[in-house]
């Protein structure tokens, strides 16, 4: 989830909000239900890795709940993506080397 908010950029304080931003999208785009998504936000929301506000969203007709990265959800973010790059000689899914 750290990963997809991630990706999804950082969002000026006068922006609409994309869509991967909000309950809804993140549960679209992770094939989870909302309500577990709903359970696992409220954990990171919790844990100051993200902070929850309500805003426009692109293609929505009312304010939605956007969650966006807070410095340390960035710095987790940034350490899931090194973790799952492999480095220089390490072994490809096929078993073999690079």
Do not use: C, F, N, W
Not at 30 to 50: D, P, T
Not at 67 to 92: I, K, M
């Amino acid at each position: 989830m750290l990963l997809h908010i991630y990706a999804q950029g950082r969002v000026g304080p006068y922006d609409v909000a994309p869509v991967g931003l909000s309950q809804g999208g993140l549960s679209e785009a992770l094939g989870i239900s909302q309500s577990s998504i709903a359970k696992v936000l409220q954990r990171l929301v919790a844990a100051r890795a993200l902070a929850v506000s309500r805003r426009h969203v692109s293609g929505e007709s009312r304010r939605l709940l956007v969650y966006e990265l807070t410095p340390l959800g960035e710095a987790l973010a940034r350490d899931l993506r090194r973790s799952e790059r492999p480095g220089p000689g390490a072994a490809t899914p096929t078993g073999g080397k690079d």
